[in-house]
């Protein structure tokens, strides 16, 4: 085989893994805004809900169209796991690494590790895990200790590097 064959057929296996790189970070950046987009809506219930309490009346219509709203939104519920396996698809089974023996780490845990991974903002993660931003830099604080990490160590390169 000729070199100029065998750089066109490396050239080819280059573009291929290239285009499997980038259709697998689409589907996870899919699968992160469905999260996002599912967080939002169920704090704009929350809102309806409060809403609905305040007023004193009692609106049996109004909480009616909720949980048919509610409901149809938790049949396509199976976002974490799409998103997990994904995540392991394009960044090497980090999720599986991230836990070893020694270090147990919570779902909540092992969740704000793989968004830390994605450098999403404080504000971004305390949309997808429903907490509050003060609760994600808590979050983030347990986590270091957990990893045993020093003071001059950076979190998001420490596991960047899992």
């Known amino acids: 085989m000729s070199r ?3 750089a066109e057929i490396e050239h080819l296996k280059s573009e291929k893994l290239e285009s499997e790189i980038n259709y697998k970070n689409n589907e996870l950046a899919s699968v992160t805004m ?6 939002e809506f169920v704090n704009g219930v929350r809102k309806r809900i409060e809403g609905i309490v305040n007023e004193n009346g ?27 396996y994904h995540f392991d698809q394009v960044h090497g089974d980090f999720l ?3 836990s070893s023996d020694e270090i147990k780490l919570t779902p909540q845990e092992t969740k ?3 968004y830390l991974r994605m450098n999403m903002s404080s504000k971004e ?17 347990r986590l270091r200790k957990k990893l045993k990490l020093e003071r001059d160590q ?5 596991l960047r590097q899992v």
Not at 34 to 39: M, V
Not at 128 to 141: D, F, P
């Open 154 to 158: 950076n979190l998001i390169d420490y």
């Open 34 to 39: 469905h999260l996002l987009n599912k967080n």
């Open 112 to 114: 704000l590790a793989a």
């Open 125 to 141: 993660i305390a949309n997808l895990m429903n907490i509050s931003v003060r609760g994600v830099e808590l979050a983030r604080y």
């Open 58 to 84: 009692s609106s049996k219509e109004e909480l009616k169209r909720i949980i048919k709203t509610i409901d149809r939104n938790l049949q396509e519920d199976d976002s974490w796991d799409k998103f997990s």
């Open 4 to 6: 100029q064959s065998q």
């Open 96 to 98: 599986k690494n991230i």
